[in-house]
């Protein structure tokens, strides 16, 4: 979990926020001991904004990865991923545990599950 957090932390000075001010970093722990960076990166056109979680899962995605152990997300404050992310990340990841780091050290687990219960997806 350590070597995740830290890449996650690492990943937030890559984020481009000119507009929320509020830099993410992401790392996603695939099967095989890969671990894939995000971060967020914002548009002028706010719609077209990634977040950190998905831009790490679908990089993942795009290099050929499709199951995973845990993802970190290291942000401003303590908070959790938006809806969008937590969607994808049940949809793609499955129930995983998520690693949520704040600037102070502090750092919350839940499992993906928990962060959207009752979810969405063609197979439940």
Same mark, same amino acid.
């Given at each position: 979990?350590?070597? /995740? ?8 000075? $890559?984020?481009?926020?000119? +507009?929320? +001010?509020?830099? #993410? *970093? @992401?790392? /996603?722990?695939?099967? &095989? *001991?890969? !671990?894939? *960076? ?5 548009? &002028?056109?706010?719609?077209?904004? !990634? ?6 899962? $679908?990089?993942?995605?795009? %290099?050929?990865?499709?199951? $995973?152990?845990?993802?970190?997300? @290291? ?7 938006? *809806? ?7 949809? /793609?990841?499955?129930?995983?545990? #998520?690693?949520? @780091? &704040?600037?102070?050290?502090?750092? #919350?687990? $839940? %499992?993906?599950? &928990? ?10």
């Amino acid at each position: 979990m350590e070597k /995740l957090v830290q890449k996650a932390c690492e990943m937030r000075q $890559f984020a481009h926020a000119p +507009h929320s +001010h509020f830099q #993410v *970093g @992401a790392a /996603l722990l695939t099967q &095989d *001991g890969t !671990i894939i *960076g995000g971060c967020n990166i914002e548009s &002028d056109s706010y719609g077209l904004t !990634i977040c950190a979680e998905r831009n790490a899962i $679908f990089t993942a995605y795009a %290099q050929g990865h499709r199951k $995973f152990q845990a993802l970190s997300i @290291a942000m401003n404050s303590n908070s959790t991923p938006c *809806g969008a992310c937590r969607q994808i990340i049940v949809e /793609l990841c499955g129930n995983i545990p #998520v690693y949520i @780091a &704040d600037l102070t050290g502090s750092i #919350v687990t $839940f %499992q993906s599950y &928990d962060l959207l219960p009752h979810h969405f997806t063609l197979t439940t």
